[in-house]
């Protein structure tokens, strides 16, 4: 028996090293302390930045209204008040949501915020399906929304009843998205909005947000726009470490506010909670941040993200752009304006070109579905990634992000200023040896001149072997001249909007 029990010991700590041993092939395997120093160790993985395309959902019970953005929650409590994006309140006669929901639903006192939330039922969420739209896409991972400003929080809270698992659908919804991904093979994400809550909310005598019963929802009453205090810092603390904990996501994704004077204190606690987590997980992840009002997530520390805006040139560290299928909302409204495939394409192109990702946003339908012109650009954008994903997936910025003569604004907010990109535009990626030149659009003669390629040129190192067009068979016609590469290539009927050549050195 006493040589059994030690046999028995040796088996249980056999297997116990075995679960609890590292990734070889994880990058960040030694525990980050919370200071900068530390943290400056850490490297973004490269299955992350393989990616290239993730999906992003803005769902919700402010999809139930479907009325100009997912900011109804907000605006619809501004009955003399308007907003501007930075959050400053101005004198106005009203805002348009206010008056569309009293004439809709009624008295802000009688029907507010919280009473769209048993509308929200969810009856036709197919985890599984959206999933297998998004893989169709060609996105790699998927962020829902966990908890958005509204402080509504779309998984099994242990810190708030307003959950959805309790109340409205009554579906843990990150859960089963967790369990989809994973089946699909993907990455899940969660993002967390909650910063905001705290001064989201309008807080007036007559309106239910003034109602201490509902301050676990709208917040306390305070002063507007007052710091968080402690009480409700703790509070976003838990619900961060509740999704953290329970749903082990792969990235995390943070809303403005979170860089705003008395969340900073929280900025090393939290990169270092979360890293150490995926060390015990065995896994790398990824923390995003926006920078608004401070940078003090030092560059490399995280993944930088930029709201509908790219970057000028290549980062030397990983990045990312979020943006919307839709022009005017991120959640499914009724006068929703979605981009073209074209546009957004080249938004992918340009940001992997510059060493970023692309997380691209739906908006579902409050009872689950996902709207078909949002659906079928998403399949457009897949069909397009069948041809050339060679030039995306798993590529590295070349010597330069590109060429061309139009100009692409950036930073925050600025996408609505781009013009579309021509087939004299190019972008560079290279991967296993191989460059990959992309024009931005389909030359209508066929006919392309790489002026970064021309015979002499700095930026091209060796001899060009062969130049193929992605999606075709046979080589194109090319010769190196003063001027540069020219490349004259038949029309690929697999290909719309931009084409991608791969061309071999010597």
Same mark, same amino acid.
């Given at each position: 028996?006493?040589?059994?029990?030690?046999?028995?010991?040796?088996?249980?700590?056999?297997?116990?090293?075995?679960?609890?041993?590292?990734?070889?092939?994880?990058?960040?395997?030694?525990?980050?302390?919370?200071?900068?120093?530390?943290?400056?160790?850490?490297?973004?993985?490269?299955?992350?930045?393989?990616?290239?395309?993730?999906?992003?959902?803005?769902?919700?019970?402010?999809?139930?209204?479907?009325?100009?953005?997912?900011?109804?929650?907000?605006?619809?409590?501004?009955?003399?008040?308007?907003?501007?994006?930075?959050?400053?309140?101005?004198?106005?006669?009203?805002?348009?949501?206010?008056?569309?929901?009293?004439?809709?639903?009624?008295?802000?006192?009688?029907?507010?915020?919280?009473?769209?939330?048993?509308?929200?039922?969810?009856?036709?969420?197919?985890?599984?399906?959206?999933?297998?739209?998004?893989?169709?896409?060609?996105?790699?991972?998927?962020?829902?929304?966990?908890?958005?400003?509204?402080?509504?929080?779309?998984?099994?809270?242990?810190?708030?009843?307003?959950?959805?698992?309790?109340?409205?659908?009554?579906?843990?919804?990150? !859960?089963?998205?967790?369990?989809?991904?994973?089946? %699909?093979? /993907? =990455?899940?994400? $969660?993002?967390? &909005?909650? @910063?905001?809550?705290?001064?989201?909310?309008?807080?007036?005598? !007559?309106?239910?947000?003034?109602?201490?019963?509902? %301050?676990? /929802? =709208?917040?306390? $009453?305070?002063? &507007?726009? @007052?710091?968080?205090?402690?009480?409700?810092?703790?509070?976003?603390?838990?619900?961060?470490?509740?999704?953290?904990?329970?749903?082990?996501?792969?990235?995390?994704?943070?809303?403005?506010?979170?860089?705003?004077?008395?969340?900073?204190?929280?900025?090393?606690?939290?990169?270092?909670?979360?890293?150490?987590?995926?060390?015990?997980?065995?896994?790398?992840?990824?923390?995003?941040?926006?920078?608004?009002?401070?940078?003090?997530?030092?560059?490399?520390?995280?993944?930088?993200?930029?709201?509908?805006?790219?970057?000028?040139?290549?980062?030397?560290?990983?990045?990312?752009?979020?943006?919307?299928?839709?022009?005017?909302?991120?959640?499914?409204?009724?006068?929703?304006?979605?981009?073209?495939?074209?546009?957004?394409?080249?938004?992918?192109?340009?940001?992997?070109?510059?060493?970023?990702?692309?997380?691209?946003?739906?908006?579902?339908?409050?009872?689950?579905?996902?709207?078909?012109?949002?659906?079928?650009?998403?399949?457009?954008?897949?069909?397009?990634?069948?041809?050339?994903?060679?030039?995306?997936?798993?590529?590295?910025?070349?010597?330069?992000?590109?060429?061309?003569?139009?100009?692409?604004?950036?930073?925050?907010?600025?996408?609505?200023?781009?013009?579309?990109?021509?087939?004299?535009?190019?972008?560079?990626?290279?991967?296993?040896?191989?460059?990959?030149?992309?024009?931005?659009?389909?030359?209508?003669?066929?006919?392309?001149?790489?002026?970064?390629?021309?015979?002499?040129?700095?930026?091209?190192?060796?001899?060009?072997?062969?130049?193929?067009?992605?999606?075709?068979?046979?080589?194109?016609?090319?010769?190196?001249?003063?001027?540069?590469?020219?490349?004259?290539?038949?029309?690929?009927?697999?290909?719309?909007?931009?084409?991608?050549?791969?061309?071999?050195?010597?």
């Amino acid at each position: 028996m006493k040589k059994l029990a030690i046999s028995m010991l040796l088996v249980g700590s056999l297997f116990a090293s075995c679960v609890n041993s590292k990734d070889s092939t994880m990058v960040n395997s030694e525990p980050f302390e919370e200071n900068w120093n530390s943290l400056a160790k850490y490297q973004t993985p490269d299955w992350f930045r393989d990616a290239k395309l993730g999906i992003f959902i803005h769902w919700g019970p402010y999809s139930v209204p479907a009325y100009k953005s997912e900011w109804y929650p907000r605006l619809m409590y501004m009955d003399s008040l308007t907003w501007s994006p930075i959050g400053k309140l101005q004198d106005n006669k009203g805002t348009d949501v206010n008056k569309h929901h009293v004439e809709k639903y009624g008295n802000l006192g009688e029907f507010g915020y919280k009473d769209f939330i048993p509308m929200f039922k969810a009856e036709k969420f197919n985890a599984a399906e959206w999933v297998d739209l998004f893989k169709k896409a060609g996105a790699k991972y998927v962020v829902p929304v966990a908890e958005h400003h509204d402080g509504f929080a779309m998984y099994k809270s242990h810190y708030t009843r307003w959950n959805s698992v309790d109340m409205g659908p009554k579906r843990d919804i990150l !859960g089963e998205m967790s369990k989809a991904t994973k089946d %699909a093979g /993907l =990455y899940l994400g $969660a993002s967390s &909005h909650f @910063a905001f809550n705290w001064n989201y909310y309008t807080h007036k005598e !007559g309106f239910d947000t003034a109602d201490p019963q509902y %301050a676990d /929802l =709208y917040a306390r $009453a305070h002063d &507007h726009y @007052a710091p968080a205090d402690q009480k409700f810092l703790d509070l976003w603390w838990n619900r961060t470490k509740d999704i953290i904990d329970n749903y082990q996501p792969d990235i995390l994704w943070f809303d403005f506010v979170l860089d705003h004077d008395e969340f900073v204190p929280y900025h090393a606690k939290l990169a270092a909670y979360y890293y150490n987590k995926g060390i015990e997980w065995n896994k790398d992840v990824v923390l995003q941040t926006k920078n608004f009002k401070h940078e003090t997530f030092p560059a490399g520390s995280n993944v930088l993200d930029i709201e509908r805006g790219k970057m000028a040139d290549i980062r030397k560290f990983p990045w990312q752009t979020d943006t919307s299928i839709g022009k005017n909302s991120w959640c499914y409204t009724t006068d929703w304006n979605s981009k073209d495939a074209n546009t957004l394409i080249d938004d992918l192109i340009d940001i992997v070109s510059k060493n970023g990702n692309l997380l691209l946003n739906v908006g579902p339908k409050a009872d689950g579905t996902i709207p078909q012109d949002q659906a079928d650009i998403l399949l457009e954008m897949g069909k397009w990634l069948s041809v050339n994903g060679d030039a995306i997936y798993g590529t590295r910025p070349w010597t330069i992000f590109g060429e061309g003569p139009t100009e692409v604004k950036t930073g925050h907010h600025t996408e609505g200023k781009n013009k579309n990109l021509t087939a004299d535009d190019f972008r560079f990626t290279q991967k296993d040896g191989k460059i990959y030149v992309i024009a931005m659009d389909i030359a209508k003669n066929g006919e392309y001149k790489v002026k970064s390629f021309a015979k002499g040129s700095d930026l091209c190192k060796g001899e060009i072997k062969s130049v193929k067009m992605l999606g075709m068979d046979k080589a194109c016609e090319w010769q190196v001249e003063e001027a540069g590469l020219k490349i004259k290539a038949e029309v690929n009927a697999n290909a719309n909007y931009a084409c991608a050549f791969e061309i071999e050195m010597k």
